[in-house]
């Protein structure tokens, strides 16, 4: 299983960047997809996620800013985030577990079997 992130870069206060994360070598459809991030000298923490079939959504950090979705058939899942603000700033991490894993779980790194290589999203003032 891979997974590869993309779409990160410098960029400035206010901006939009969406991040796309491809999945290779497992059933797209049957997994739930998930993002993280990691500030410098932070813990990472739960960004958003999404479910297959239904698309149930769920988005704790940079709520009413960022958005999570996913494209069956390109096996990506994306991370759109607008109004971008400084602390913003992290390696942003994708990762994949099981459709039926619950709720709950799917805010936890621990609710992940696989994980991508991260994107840094740099945002200057």
């Known amino acids: 299983v891979q997974l590869q992130a993309s779409g990160g870069g410098l960029t400035q206060a206010g901006e939009s960047l969406r991040l796309s994360c491809q999945a290779s070598?497992?059933?797209?459809?049957?997994?739930?997809m998930g993002w993280f991030r990691q500030a410098p000298g932070e813990e990472r923490q739960f960004v958003a996620a999404?479910?297959?079939?239904?698309?149930?959504n769920y988005v704790d950090y940079g709520k009413g800013r960022f958005s999570i979705s996913r494209d069956r058939a390109k096996n990506t899942v994306y991370l759109q985030m607008n109004s971008l603000k400084p602390e913003d700033t992290a390696i942003y991490y994708c990762?994949?577990?099981?459709?039926?894993?619950?709720?709950?779980?799917?805010?936890?790194?621990?609710?992940?079997?696989?994980w991508g290589q991260g994107t840094l999203v740099t945002v200057s003032s």
């Open positions: 990762a994949a577990n099981s459709n039926r894993v619950i709720s709950s779980q799917l805010r936890l790194e621990t609710g992940y079997r696989y």
């Open positions: 070598g497992l059933t797209f459809s049957n997994f739930a």
């Open positions: 999404v479910r297959s079939g239904d698309g149930t």
